[in-house]
């Protein structure tokens, strides 16, 4: 029977995220959706992507996902510094997935833009990464 990681990877994400100690003390939290009110700075989830890769004998998925992070400090030092923030959070040991095994983790191209031209308007981080899980 098949099945798919991404409610599973998303709660490990979320939880390494979240349980990051200097991630906690610089952002006002990880959202899977946010709205207006929501104070900045912050993390939320992006796309996933589902890739599968089947075999006669396995079903794997290759799963990129974008992570985004959003601060309206002046200029684009604390969107980068939480990015870092991120990227030691999701790199620090190795992946545990409910069900599921990763077989390969990499971190993808990351950016930081403005949004819309306008002053007050937030930095945006966007970092991609990619997981290879199967059962």
């Not at 599973?8 to 009110?37: H, W």
């Not at 601060?71 to 190795?94: C, D, H």
């Not at 409910?98 to 983790?105: A, D, I, Q, Y």
Request: with cysteine; hydrophobic share 35%; proline share 9%.
């Amino acid at each position: 029977m098949l099945e798919t990681a991404l409610w599973p990877l998303q709660q490990a994400i979320f939880k390494r995220l979240n349980e990051d100690p200097a991630l906690k003390d610089k952002v006002t939290g990880v959202y899977d959706k946010v709205n207006r009110k929501t104070p900045f700075p912050y993390v939320t989830f992006g796309e996933p992507t589902v890739n599968p890769f089947e075999t006669k004998t396995s079903y794997r998925e290759d799963i990129p996902w974008v992570l985004h992070c959003y601060s309206t400090y002046p200029g684009k030092k604390e969107t980068a510094e939480i990015l870092n923030l991120m990227l030691k959070a999701l790199t620090r040991k190795p992946w545990q997935v409910e069900g599921f095994k990763v077989h390969r983790f990499q971190i993808e191209p990351n950016m930081i833009i403005l949004e819309p031209a306008d002053e007050g308007f937030p930095y945006q981080g966007i970092l991609n990464v990619r997981f290879y899980i199967g059962k």
